[in-house]
């Protein structure tokens, strides 16, 4: 898919990766609707962006919250082609600790943002984009991208919640490819490494090196601009589809 005059549903996109993304698809000529919690930091980002970024005020769990923003994107924008869901948050919490069981409600709260909330928005981002004319040669109306983690796959203590949430994104990721595939929709997930977004940049260097250390090459923590390149890569190769994409300099997380 080409990004000229093609608009954007991104949560998560006042900060960091979401940001970042934005960035990348006004520079090619798209246009952006910030969905996230934080109203006063989206406006801000929406006029920093220019004429081709608005933002809304929502709760990706709140099924009127995401379809009242969607409703106001089209009035906006008058189609949606494209969703870039980076909404999310990391919980640490053990199974067991010496104060007892996990709260279930802890679970339930990580599930809902980053699993169920993912969800919330593609479907309604996708009932719209059914309605988009066919692009040549394929036929293609639209492409969902859904960010997971490499907790997904390595998993570690104190993870339980935040790893099923993001390995619910990555399982769920070729049934609604399948699903949407008669519409012309694809779906594809990254599931980025240890990056610097404003989560992490607060963090102190007894965080920060060991996980610095797992990386394979390059010896760092990832550049949002990069997975902003990897999700422009994802829109424009039609033949990308059903897959998840590690984006993480080689990093295999150890269990603390």
């Not at 993870?159 to 594809?188: E, F």
């Not at 607060?202 to 760092?220: H, N, S, T, Y």
Request: proline residues 4%; hydrophobic residues 45%.
């Amino acid at each position: 898919m080409q990004l000229t005059d093609k608009v954007a549903v991104i949560t998560g996109g006042a900060s960091g990766l979401g940001r970042a993304t934005a960035e990348s698809i006004i520079a090619a000529g798209g246009k952006v609707a910030l969905f996230d919690l934080n109203e006063e930091l989206a406006t801000n980002t929406a006029q920093a962006l220019g004429n081709n970024a608005a933002a809304y005020k929502v709760n990706v769990v709140e099924e009127d919250s995401v379809q009242a923003a969607i409703d106001a994107t089209m009035k906006r924008f008058g189609a949606i082609h494209i969703n870039v869901n980076c909404a999310g948050i990391g919980a640490a919490a053990r199974t067991l600790s010496k104060d007892g069981a996990m709260p279930l409600k802890t679970f339930n709260f990580v599930i809902g943002v980053n699993l169920i909330g993912t969800f919330n928005t593609l479907r309604l981002c996708a009932e719209q984009m059914q309605k988009n004319a066919e692009e040549a040669p394929d036929g293609e109306r639209g492409v969902i991208i859904n960010t997971a983690s490499v907790a997904a796959f390595d998993g570690q203590i104190g993870q339980a919640a935040y790893s099923a949430s993001k390995a619910g994104v990555v399982g769920m990721t070729l049934p609604i490819a399948r699903d949407l595939s008669r519409v012309g929709i694809r779906v594809c997930t990254i599931a980025p490494g240890i990056f610097e977004t404003p989560m992490m940049m607060g963090a102190p260097d007894r965080v920060k090196l060991p996980l610095i250390e797992m990386v394979q090459f390059p010896k760092r923590l990832g550049d949002a601009k990069e997975f902003a390149l990897l999700s422009r890569q994802i829109i424009e190769n039609p033949y990308l589809n059903g897959e998840t994409i590690r984006l993480d300099g080689g990093i295999r997380m150890q269990p603390r």
